[in-house]
């Protein structure tokens, strides 16, 4: 049992929570909840860490069981209450988390080019709400989307909140990091006929006006100023989402999951 806060373990743990650039260096990121962690594919499993007195239950020992036998390679240590609440980013932790490895995503895999169906992406333009970015994912999964392409100036998609919020999507949604977004819409645009649509104040026509049927890329810009300019201007067509009242706009992740679902549905009914 470990019980030392000052563990080497528990040292890494903590610096894995609070600096991405420790989870770039390492390519290894927390997860922490029991659903969460059963979430987890076997072979990104490194390590798993419980809480003393974790396994008294038959529920948590069937759990402990289940990591055993399915990612036998994986190191599983208990570690005593104090140390493993130093270690926990939750303010109630659950009694487990797990040390992940990051996975590696192709463009092929983003535009689902194996799935049989037509590229359905999400564009993210410095992105900085780690909530915002969970529910974009989680939501993207659920539309069916192929994949989520973001700069590097968004928000890093393995902090831990952002972990958290995607309810385990982040292991089964295809994403990429690009140094050049703009490079990258262009490549989509010429090399795999995708149509890119931004939500703009210079947008004509509403949302579901537009045919997603096709490959189609969705551009979504930073809460508090939107898309740049300069990334505006590789869209194929802006677009606009009808509000009454008052609103200038909605959240990011609210006008991301209207767009991925309107290709949902059209390409549902067609």
Do not use: W
């Not at 563990?7 to 600096?19: G, T």
């Not at 390590?47 to 036998?72: H, N, T």
């Not at 609103?247 to 549902?268: D, G, P, T």
């Amino acid at each position: 049992m470990i019980t030392s806060t000052q563990n080497n373990q528990i040292k890494n743990i903590i610096a894995l929570n609070k600096k991405a650039r420790e989870r770039k260096a390492q390519r290894l990121f927390v997860v922490e909840g029991i659903r969460a962690v059963a979430e987890v594919p076997a072979d990104l499993l490194q390590a798993v860490y419980y809480v003393e007195g974790f396994g008294s239950s038959s529920e948590c020992q069937s759990f402990l069981a289940d990591i055993r036998s399915k990612a036998p390679e994986a190191q599983l240590e208990e570690v005593a209450k104090s140390a493993f609440n130093s270690m926990s980013d939750t303010v109630t932790p659950q009694g487990v988390l797990a040390l992940v490895r990051m996975q590696d995503f192709t463009l092929s895999q983003v535009l689902g080019t194996d799935s049989g169906k037509p590229a359905h992406i999400v564009i993210l333009e410095s992105l900085q709400d780690p909530g915002n970015m969970g529910t974009i994912i989680r939501t993207a999964e659920g539309a069916g989307a192929t994949g989520i392409i973001m700069n590097t100036t968004t928000v890093d998609i393995y902090s831990p909140k952002v972990v958290r919020s995607t309810m385990g999507s982040i292991f089964r949604m295809p994403h990429l990091v690009v140094a050049d977004l703009g490079e990258t819409i262009e490549q989509l645009k010429a090399e795999h006929g995708v149509s890119v649509y931004a939500a703009h104040l210079k947008g004509q026509r509403f949302h579901d006006e537009f045919d997603y049927t096709g490959p189609t890329a969705f551009m979504i810009g930073n809460e508090g100023n939107g898309l740049t300019d300069e990334m505006a201007g590789h869209a194929t067509s802006y677009l606009r989402i009808p509000m009454e009242g008052q609103l200038e706009s909605l959240n990011a992740s609210v006008a991301a999951s209207i767009l991925i679902y309107e290709a949902q549905r059209q390409r549902r009914i067609r």
